[in-house]
């Protein structure tokens, strides 16, 4: 019942939505002035996303709000975050199962929003960076370390940056990249998790948050999500942009980081919470380690 009111009564509102099948891969034959159109759409597309976020940054902190499914992602993505870390040995085995288990941990945080996830992983001893593309959001980030958390802006720190031009400063440095919410609203993916992968140390860790690529997750995830429950502001999310998680390992294979998990996991609308699950029909969670280079003999 609820899936024919979604479409009966969203019919007009989804026409501009309907999803499209676009390849990451760049044709041969492209033009140059294909390409260039092309760059001008995705950088245009970028401005709107970020202006779609900042619209919402007033609220970003206020637990009942547009950003209370974010908040809640928090109860399972920081454990995994941490146990990850902690499975890949290198966590000081004096701080494991302390309230600093990251003492020590140089953290990257990409397409950071207004904190809600930095500040989490700074509480629990890491060094975090924090970057996004929204001045806006930072702003909001550190108005809100500052002002609420003034016990951690020595462990915190947000840059208005993009992820390449941070990537050219900061190679190698990172002990772990996370990459949470973001993926579904980039066109490029490739280009973001190149840079990425550019920032992290070998042997350390990237960790990604997304929703898959599926008809479940867009008619109950978007359609309904979006359109009849409001859980998220309508236009927030688009089919184009989604990625199944067997294309992100593909990608990160090229990269020389070898996926070692893929959790499910699902949002419970009424009850505020998410948890993990052994499907991936709706969001994943993927963790990856980038490969020590070895010389050839």
Sequence with gaps: M?????????????????????????????????????????????????????????????????????????????????????????????????????????LLEVGCGAGLLTEQLGRLGAQVTGIDLGEVLINTARSHLTDCSPELCSKVQYKVEPIDQHAKTNGELYDAVIVSEVLEHVDDKVALLEACVRTLKPGGSIFITTLNKTLPMWLGGVVIGEYVLNLAPKGTHHWDKMIAPLDVQRILDTMNCQTVLINGSTYDFWRNTWRWVNSTQMCYALQAIKQVQTECS
């Excluded at 902190?61 to 902690?86: F, Q, S, T, Y």
């Design 2 to 106: 609820l899936r024919n009111c979604a479409l009966l009564n969203c019919k007009r509102s989804l026409l501009g939505i309907i999803p499209r099948n676009i390849s990451l891969e760049t044709g041969s034959g492209a033009t140059g002035s294909t390409q260039q159109q092309k760059q001008q759409q995705q950088d245009a597309e970028t401005t709107r996303e970020v202006k779609h976020h900042e619209n919402l940054a007033a609220d970003w902190w206020n637990k009942n709000g547009p950003m209370a499914a974010l908040h809640a992602l928090n109860e399972i993505r920081v454990p995994l975050i941490r146990d990850g870390l902690v499975a890949r040995g290198t966590v000081k085995a004096n701080y494991i199962n302390t309230t600093k288990v990251l003492d020590g941990q140089s």
